[in-house]
């Protein structure tokens, strides 16, 4: 897994390699508009639940711990069965889970649609297939678990506002599915990127997201 190997870069020749790709990542985000379809900030705080996938959940839910309104971010598996939800299986990319993310955030300080937002502009790129960047195979795909119909309409409609823009070069590939369970990760998976901010794999492709959050969406960036 590219994640791991990355980690042999050694020496000149692989700082250079480095930097070179972390400024090839520096400039790829997207800007994307706000979505058309999408809730009201709530006139009271609480708790509400968004489950996604957009590649290696280290990155994703790096991004998210610095959204304004989120309460916690949990990095797991959804889309397969309890007994696969383990990381070395879930990487074998056969078991039907996929790397996610449970965002907890509070409805009065963001909407589901902002969520979706950060989502489809600085946290993944929604157009590829079946991987992400370096990553590849089932478990990296991109996908929107819905808990609620409304959540499922606000889905749909931004992937449709944005297809319709032709805002990004290729189709949107994020599927919308359903959620029926998601399994906390590893403990050694969460806050990766706290953890190993030094780590080759988080400094070439999740801190460049985390700046693109800061620079592209400010309003709903917060410093931790």
């Known amino acids: ?39 009201p900030l709530a006139a ?7 489950v996604l996938a957009g590649g290696c959940f280290w990155g994703i839910q790096a991004v998210f711990e610095h959204v304004k309104g989120v309460i916690s971010v949990t990095a797991g598996y959804s889309g397969g069965t309890a007994n696969t939800a383990h ?5 074998a990319g056969t078991t039907g889970h996929a790397e996610s993310v449970k965002v907890i955030y509070d409805p009065s300080q963001v909407s589901f649609g902002q969520i979706l937002k950060v989502f489809f502009s600085v946290a993944h790129d929604p157009t590829q297939l079946n991987r992400q960047g370096p990553d590849t195979g089932a478990q990296y795909r991109s996908v ?6 409304r959540q499922l309409r606000i889905a749909q409609a931004y992937m449709d506002q944005l297809n319709e823009a032709k805002v990004y070069p290729r189709p949107i590939v994020t599927q919308v599915i359903r959620l029926r369970d998601f399994y906390p990760a590893e403990a050694y998976h969460q806050d990766y990127a706290v953890h ?7 400094v070439i492709n999740d801190l460049p997201k985390v ?12 410093k931790k």
């Open 1 to 39: 897994m590219f994640r791991f190997l990355v980690r042999s870069f050694a020496g000149l020749s692989g700082f250079l390699a480095l930097a070179a790709l972390v400024a090839c990542n520096s400039a790829s985000a997207t800007v994307i508009p706000s979505p058309v379809v999408d809730d």
């Open 44 to 50: 009271t705080s609480g708790q509400q639940t968004a």
């Open 87 to 91: 990381y070395e299986t879930v990487s």
């Open 144 to 149: 929107i678990f819905f808990s609620t119909e």
């Open 196 to 202: 190993h901010p030094n780590d080759p794999y988080i």
């Open 211 to 222: 700046a693109h959050l800061r620079e592209q969406i400010p309003d709903l960036y917060v």
